[in-house]
């Protein structure tokens, strides 16, 4: 009897809003949705959607539609999150209270405007049970997107329930948009009509509902028509058109649009020699032939795709997603996960019970390195470093998803690789396929994890704590402080700072910092100091802030640019000393020769002019420093400047024209990268000689696996690109 009382209370308002109040305090204590900004404004407009819907519901139930007693009441319940959120948000901290504002009101409003409308039409349709008709449409509408994201390439959605979903694949950029406003008006004036029409003309509405509920229908299916011409939605016929030159194999498409055909021949016989590897791998054949799509850049794949920051698979479809300036890195990684979609499991084709650990795990045992390094070494790094976790969790519910997103990877690829070796592929792909570990192996979880965690112990590699926090010192996503925010002015102020628009560049540097102190703000913050005469100040923002970052993936970084700084300043001396600390504890190849590099440049007298140079003074000034005898920790910077500048490849071989005597990491390395640029250049024969050539030095050579990878790869370009490349049909356009 009272929660009867309580439910006619005003057509059950009292118990809507304690469903919010209690919702919305529950928010408060989970990451991302305690923020006043994206995530938060799309849960409670999917909730209010239900809500509001619900309550019209009562309302036309009753003998006269009384609009403006609803309207009342639905600004009730729209004030409680906001309330709410206000509140916890002064207590701890907005983020931007103008985004977190704009998106409440563009999402919560229209999804209670489109809940209202909606729970009037199914008012119209049936007498009985309305309350569940009305679940079962908003459960239909939830599943829309989810069938976008099955049949087409996207990731993103636009729905009236949440306005705008960017992708299960993280970009933290993100703010409110043109198209976001476009989205929503549109959704509001179909759903106004609906409840003026249904309220102003109720007698006329009633006698003609059949004409209008299909008038309905007809709006809607036409919307849907229309919405990739919209930029609503993408579907393979859009994408097609744009990225519309081919390079179709026996096995394989790529798709393409502004990327040159030289490199596009290669990214085709890359995929050739991955897909030949992992044939091998898992002793299967896709069924299908595979889908390569190659967007110009992060910022078109982010339109048409919606993650502009990741490349991804879609294995249901033999499809998978990737960037011009990403391919080399991820390419074998995404089409290992299309070839998991021979003994992948449901519609998706995916690891059982979508664990994540195993479908991202599986990919990357598969790749075998990232950043050069082998997986297993990596992961022997982080253990024997203090960067744990454990694997049966890992395998379980969303803990994939938690911590580290490198750790995760690394770790379940590791485990993934060991799985292999003990028990062989074939019941690796079984567990992959029933998610059943004690009934595939026919042993313990735990028993495994002991196992696989003493092959990890490596006491060689306890003193490399630096490299370990450079690769694993991170937060994870709901560890951050306003990502959406941070990410998509640190955009904004790198295009402010590109444009030379300092001031404005400043400002929003400085708003980040205040926020959270953040290492990309600060380097860029430094080089507007820099570039405003302010060497000095430059100095000390970075002398007063770097170690704030022990132990993390940006504080040698910021080390770095202070070496640099001091370089720039003509302080010779510390800029020395700074550049030593970075080679004395190793945190990174990359960092370590860029250091030595300019060490030889400080000796030369060569470093200030440099580091101030144009990218064709820098490549003048190390061709110089390597011409007598090699500087073999400056040469990969030389080939990065000449893939740059696009030089031509037979003129750069006199740069190269010295005995090359492999004998430490930084000659060994040299020759991989050097094999790597003449591979991309075409020049498979010397690709190959010198991938042979890197793997002289083995003694505690971390790239080893690398190097005789590039050797197989070289090796196989050698034997087969002739007979590959008769075989490629090219498409101009479609």
Not at 223 to 231: A, E, H, R, V
Not at 265 to 282: G, H, M, P, R, V
Not at 657 to 666: C, L, R
Not at 683 to 702: C, E, I, P, Q
Request: some cysteine; proline content about 2%.
């Amino acid at each position: 009897m009272p929660f009867k009382i309580l439910w006619s209370y005003k057509n059950g308002l009292l118990i809507y809003g304690l469903i919010l109040i209690i919702i919305n305090f529950i928010l408060t204590q989970l990451p991302l949705v305690s923020t006043f900004g994206y995530e938060f404004a799309a849960l409670n407009g999917l909730i209010l959607a239900i809500l509001t819907g619900l309550h019209t519901l009562s309302f036309t139930s009753k003998s006269k539609y009384n609009l403006g007693k609803l309207i009342k009441n639905l600004l009730l319940l729209f004030l409680i999150p906001l309330i709410i959120t206000l509140v916890n948000s002064a207590i701890t901290m907005f983020c931007s209270f103008m985004d977190g504002l704009i998106f409440y009101l563009l999402i919560v409003s229209v999804s209670m405007i489109f809940g209202s409308a909606l729970s009037l039409v199914v008012s119209l349709v049936i007498n009985r049970f309305r309350r569940v008709f009305f679940i079962i449409i908003i459960i239909l509408i939830i599943l829309i997107p989810i069938v976008e994201i099955y049949f087409n390439p996207q990731v993103y959605f636009y729905s009236p329930l949440v306005g705008f979903f960017p992708g299960n694949i993280y970009d933290e950029g993100l703010s409110p948009d043109w198209k976001l406003l476009f989205h929503q008006i549109m959704v509001a004036i179909f759903s106004v009509s609906i409840i003026y029409i249904y309220s102003k003309q109720t007698v006329f509405v009633q006698r003609f509902k059949t004409y209008f509920i299909f008038g309905i229908l007809i709006t809607v299916m036409i919307f849907q028509f229309l919405s990739p011409y919209l930029g609503f939605s993408t579907t393979f016929a859009k994408l097609d058109s744009i990225l519309a030159k081919q390079i179709e194999s026996g096995s394989l498409i790529l798709h393409y649009d502004n990327v040159d055909s030289s490199e596009a021949k290669l990214i085709a016989l890359n995929q050739e020699f991955f897909y030949s590897e992992l044939q091998t791998a898992l002793k299967v054949n896709p069924s299908k032939k595979i889908h390569v799509y190659l967007f110009n850049n992060r910022y078109q794949k982010k339109v048409l795709f919606g993650a502009g920051n990741a490349d991804v698979a879609k294995p249901w479809q033999y499809s998978i997603y990737i960037s011009s300036d990403s391919w080399q890195s991820t390419l074998k990684h995404e089409l290992a996960h299309v070839f998991t979609a021979e003994f992948g499991s449901g519609i998706f084709k995916l690891a059982s019970g979508f664990n994540a650990a195993l479908i991202e795990g599986m990919a990357e045992s598969l790749d075998g390195t990232s950043y050069d390094i082998s997986t297993k070494h990596l992961s022997s790094l982080a253990y024997n470093n203090g960067y744990t976790t454990d694997v049966k969790s890992l395998f379980a519910g969303l803990s994939f998803f938690k911590g580290n997103s490198l750790l995760a990877y690394t770790y379940s690829g590791a485990f993934i690789q060991f799985l292999t070796e003990e028990y062989g592929i074939e019941k690796v792909k079984e567990f992959y396929n029933s998610g059943d570990f004690e009934i595939v192996f026919k042993a313990k979880f735990e028993a495994a994890q002991k196992e696989f965690e003493l092959n990890m112990v490596n006491p060689e590699l306890t003193d490399q704590k630096p490299m370990a926090d450079y690769y694993f010192g991170r937060l994870s996503i709901i560890q951050k402080v306003c990502p959406r925010y941070i990410g998509d002015r640190l955009n904004k102020a790198y295009i402010y700072l590109s444009e030379n628009k300092l001031e404005e560049a400043e400002k929003l540097f400085k708003e980040i910092n205040v926020k959270s102190l953040n290492y990309s703000s600060l380097i860029g913050l430094s080089e507007i100091y820099y570039q405003q005469n302010k060497k000095n100040e430059a100095i000390q923002l970075i002398l007063n802030n770097y170690a704030k970052f022990k132990s993390t993936s940006y504080y040698y970084n910021m080390v770095f640019r202070l070496a640099e700084l001091y370089a720039l300043n003509f302080n010779n001396e510390s800029a020395s000393f700074w550049f030593s600390k970075i080679i004395y504890e190793n945190p990174n190849h990359q960092l370590v020769y860029l250091s030595k590099t300019r060490l030889g440049l400080l000796s030369a007298n060569k470093l200030f002019e440099y580091i101030d140079g144009e990218d064709s003074l820098k490549l003048n000034i190390l061709i110089s420093l390597n011409g007598k005898e090699y500087n073999y920790s400056s040469l990969p910077i030389i080939m990065d400047l000449l893939l740059s500048r696009k030089v031509d490849y037979k003129q750069s071989l006199a740069i190269f024209n010295k005995t090359f005597i492999v004998d430490d990491i930084e000659s060994s390395f040299a020759a991989l990268k050097l094999s790597q640029y003449m591979l991309t250049n075409g020049d498979f024969v010397n690709a190959r000689k010198y991938a042979a050539l890197s793997l002289r030095y083995k003694n505690g050579n971390m790239f080893l696996n690398a190097m005789q990878d590039q050797f197989e790869k070289a090796s196989w370009f050698v034997k087969n690109s002739s007979r590959v490349l008769d075989k490629f049909v090219y498409v101009s356009e479609k």
